[in-house]
């Protein structure tokens, strides 16, 4: 988390104090660093969890020893065939650890008044919950790429546009990770209430609808700033590797 934190979740700090500055929004978002440092810590453990297999290829490891340690003597025997059952262990204790944040991801969003602001930290959001649902309890991740499909990222983008289609969203992907848990998983007790957590939060605060009808020239808006959340998620983890000497 303190590596995280260094890496992303000062990045959410600083965009808060300048969206707060600039009096796009409220004070309080750029005050509460505790949620701004939650905008980033998920964003980067679900790129953490997700890109196992691509940094254990290119001798990188960010998985944290305190969890790994746990299901193996190193972190790439988890990619051993015959260590496929801990290994699955070890990635949904690390998706639960992720989804801690999803309540101050809610939080946050809810209070951006400003629209191009709220695309902008929305639809890197639902696009980590989408990527956590796909990893969670997945072989795959140990043997290839776990990626959503590019129909369903843009489905995520257009409809990512209001607080209360995001969680809708949180809902959806919360609701699929439910219905895989493994009751013999160490983690499934965790698992289970950070899902309940998270469908409280979505259902308590409106209607799960998505705002529809939006002009084709407001889509390709959104459309932009979605590709530029991800280019500058890519920029983060490319200045992380610089930094960390890879």
């Known amino acids: 988390s303190q590596y995280c934190h260094y890496v992303a979740g000062l990045v959410g700090i600083g965009l808060s104090r300048l969206f707060s500055a ?3 929004e409220d004070a309080i978002v750029g005050e509460d660093t505790r949620l701004s440092n939650s905008m980033g810590l998920f964003l980067q453990k679900t790129n953490i969890i997700r890109d ?20 193996g003597k190193k972190l790439s025997d988890l990619a051993k065939a015959e260590n496929i059952v801990p290994a699955v262990q070890c990635l ?29 930290c929305a639809i890197p959001q ?15 991740v140990f043997k290839g790429v776990v990626k959503i499909r590019k129909g ?4 995520l983008m257009m409809d990512a546009t209001n607080i209360q289609a995001v969680r809708a969203i949180m809902y959806q992907y919360v609701n699929e990770i439910y219905q895989k848990i493994p009751l013999t ?3 499934s007790g ?21 705002r529809n009808g939006l002009s084709p020239i407001y889509l390709s808006c959104a459309m932009l700033l979605a590709a530029l959340s991800w280019q500058y998620l890519s920029t983060v983890q490319a200045s992380e590797e610089v930094h960390t000497g890879q």
């Open 152 to 155: 369903q990222a843009v489905t």
């Open 92 to 120: 949904n204790e690390l998706v639960t650890n992720a989804l801690q944040h999803v309540p101050d991801v809610l939080l946050y969003l809810s209070r951006l008044r400003n629209q191009s602001v709220f695309n902008f």
């Open 52 to 71: 196992y297999l691509e940094d254990q290829l290119e001798g990188r490891e960010f998985w944290p020893r305190e969890v790994w340690s746990k299901y």
């Open 185 to 187: 998983d160490p983690s």
């Open 22 to 24: 600039s009096e796009l």
């Open 190 to 210: 965790r698992t289970q209430n950070i899902v309940t957590t998270v469908q409280k939060l979505s259902l308590s605060n409106g209607p799960l609808v998505s």
């Open 126 to 140: 639902v696009m980590a919950i989408a990527t956590l649902a796909a990893c969670y309890n997945n072989q795959q």
